[in-house]
């Protein structure tokens, strides 16, 4: 006697991510961090009522990738959009999407006061400690020592200061929810990434204030590694430094099981 | 509506409401705070959304992000505030979403004080912010035209989804005046088919000032250009006085204008004809009017409360045709009637020359009456 199985999908695009081919390089993790923030969204059922904002950096064209609502900000300033946009639309899901220089440089006073006012949004922080699409100078997260076009020599902390830990200096804030550092360089990782977007979402839609997730992201085009490379200097490098974890996690978030 | 007695900042931002305004985004800054305390006082009550923001740049940017919801916003400040803005400004341009700034101008540059000045008038009618754009800019010189300005400031901004400017000197936002209100209008309740507010049932909208192909950005830029064509046919708003017989005319806009309508008044009684037009739209520029005194006056007076920035224009248009004067108070000074009224007699007396920079030779007279040593 024959069986048949139907053929069961097991693995698709998430609807909340369109048909277009990224333009991210070989090895960027920025790919993954998308795709979660899709799988979450198609999960929740809120692409309907998301509206993105883009930063200016290499995910500038994010807005061509996720199929919801989206508007593109200045650099730095997406955290004042998205709180322009919320304030008018409060039924909305707001998400902001920022890589480590248009967040933790030029957008500083934008992120600082939108968690410190508790902004109901919900922030996705790439942070790959280097700028990527002007092509590699030094960000506020470049590690001390680490050589970028900016940084020749490597970043000299006597004169060039030492890299910021947002998620850290964010969580302090009352203002904020949720607010935790994720990275993306393995499976287990990712998965616990995806975890915490959704419970960045999740704060958001119970109105818990601001909520953040930092993605300890890869750069191999500018840190100048091979993709695997660059996965292994990320564990090496990046986590010691920024160490992953919780670092504000409202009391109402902590009965959720995702 | 009856008359009532209110102070300009206030008015403006009443008017504002009135006319459905549903998010205000602004900071504080002299003197312009009691717009920002009005609005922190009415639109919580009225359900609507009030920010202050961290920042003119914030304040700029979540007034970007409302506009993009097709929702009726504004921002008010002041010419520090509104220099901080530009980036944001810019950026609205090209996305092309509606909004209305309101500036009450003060003395520059740098901290300069919280004087009554017009020296914003070439940051804002000729750009500021990078890119080529151009933003309606008005210009009130009583209370309660800077009241009916704002409510028309809001419909032609969704009319041409563009920047509407109301550029109000110190003068307007601070001084009281009899003026009455506009009834209250409904919020709207329908939305344009550009609006950014959730992919409900449709496809998903993109807002965005980029256009990361040359050929697409020239032919935005073609578009912005047409548009702005559009606004210089239909939108050139300006008042005129006593122009019919005018010998000489004076040009001036705000405050400086209606100070120049008290001296023409004074000039006139002396059996001196003088007329005067206050351009209301100092973007769109009532070039064509000036164009057609230009053949009718024995010269020109233009008065600002700025070193000349609207004189450039003014000549722009005459050509050298007739003779052109300027005569200008900087820095939070402001003309009394006495001072334009000695400059209407001493046109009509004087021969001036047709050519030569009518900024040089007021500088020259102006000289002596600057307080140096105070």
New interface residues.
Partial sequence: METTLAAQIVYQRPQSLTEAAMHYCPGCTHGIAHRLIAEVMDEMSIRERAIGVAPVGCSVFAYNYFDCDFVEAAHGRAPAMATGIKRLLPDRVVFTYQGDGDLASIGMGEIVHAAGRGENISVFFINNAIYGMTSGQMAPTTLPGQKTTSSPRGRDVETMGYPLRMAELLSNLDGAGYVVRRSLHDPKNIRMAKKAIRLAFETQLRGLGFSMVELLSTCSTNWGLSPLESLKWLEEHMIPYYPIGDFKVAEALKEIKV | MAKELLKGNIAMAEAAIRAGL??Y?GYPITPQTELLEWMAERMPALGR?F?Q???E???I?????????G?R?MTSSSSPGISLMM??IS?IAG?EVPVVIIDVVRGGPGLGNIAPSQGDYDQIVHGGGHGDYHPIVLAPASVQEAIDLVVLAFDLAEKYRTIVFVMADGNIGQMMEPAELPPMRPIKSEYPDWA??????RE???????YIDPKDEEVTNYRLMQVWNQIQANEVRYREYFLDDAEYVVIGFGTAGRIALSAARMARAEGIKVGLLRPITLSPFPAPQIESLVSRVKGILVVEMNAGQMLNDVQKVVKGRVPVEFYGRMGGMVPFPDEILAEMRRMSQEVIPLDGDPRQRWMKRFAPVIHWNN
Avoid: D, K, Q
């Avoid at chain 2, 998903?204 to 980029?210: A, V």
């Fill in positions: 549903e998010g985004f959304a920010l923001a961290e920042s740049v914030a304040a940017n979540m007034l970007y992000g409302a506009a993009c919801t929702a916003v980036e944001g950026y996305t950014v507010r959730g992919a409900m049932g998903r909208r993109i807002l965005s000032s980029i």
